[in-house]
T-cell receptor
Framework: GENVEQHPSTLSVQEGDSAVIKCTYSDSASNYFPWYKQELGKRPQLIIDIRSNVGEKKDQRIAVTLNKTAKHFSLHITETQPEDSAVYFCAANRYSTLTFGKGTMLLVSP | DSGVTQTPKHLITATGQRVTLRCSPRSGDLSVYWYQQSLDQGLQFLIQYYNGEERAKGNILERFSAQQFPDLHSELNLSSLELGDSALYFC????????????FGPGTRLLVL
């Protein structure tokens, strides 16, 4: 089956800095890569996603890049704000099954 | 609000008991997915139903079962509960099956004492 590794497990930044979270996947059949943000005790919420025929996608302060050859994808958050503090999960979709990374706890200090 | 609803929000029960978790997908969504989230295992896919039929199976224990009804709501049944089954159980839904976005419900927090 698919295996998704996510790093780092925790990330502390100052407000206004950029944050980068990286994931690798193992199965070349995976073709869809969503990122979810989860606040404490809440549901995971999709923040951005990318499909395997695209190398990069941006949505305001958030961007995701995908390198299919190396089987890795990354989340970039610019101009971080305290409300960006949460746990971020990457995932890889293979035949409609999502495999999640272990999550990154992002802490943004004012 | 994702449009996916789950009941109950919280459930406290004893070891050996059986519970049923309920999920209603977003209007128009045909697929329902169940996930278990615990501190040590992270978010784990359990099972998917598409239009009433089981579509994919993940790390679901034999003590657990699920079904999707004609009105597309789904139930996850957990039996012979153990302490280790304490977790957050999420349901998600998507329009069909494949590369569609999965929208998560608010979850059911299960505590087995």
């Amino acid at each position: 089956g698919e295996n998704v590794e996510q790093h780092p497990s925790t990330l502390s930044v100052q407000e206004g800095d950029s944050a980068v979270i990286k994931c690798t996947y193992s199965d070349s059949a995976s073709n869809y890569f969503p990122w979810y943000k989860q606040e404490l005790g809440k549901r995971p919420q999709l923040i951005i996603d990318i499909r395997s025929n695209v190398g990069e996608k941006k949505d305001q302060r958030i961007a995701v890049t995908l390198n299919k050859t190396a089987k890795h994808f990354s989340l970039h958050i610019t101009e971080t704000q305290p409300e960006d503090s949460a746990v971020y999960f990457c995932a890889a979709n293979r035949y409609s099954t999502l495999t999640f990374g272990k999550g990154t706890m992002l802490l943004v200090s004012p | 609000d994702s449009g996916v609803t789950q009941t109950p929000k919280h459930l406290i029960t004893a070891t050996g008991q059986r519970v049923t978790l309920r999920c209603s997908p977003r209007s128009g969504d045909l697929s329902v997915y169940w996930y278990q989230q615990s501190l040590d295992q992270g978010l784990q896919f359990l099972i998917q139903y598409y239009n009433g039929e089981e579509r994919a199976k993940g790390n679901i224990l034999e003590r657990f079962s699920a079904q999707q009804f004609p009105d597309l709501h789904s139930e996850l049944n957990l039996s012979s509960l153990e302490l280790g089954d304490s977790a957050l159980y999420f349901c998600a839904s998507s329009v069909a099956t494949g590369q569609e976005t999965q929208y998560f419900g608010p979850g059911t927090r299960l505590l087995v004492l």
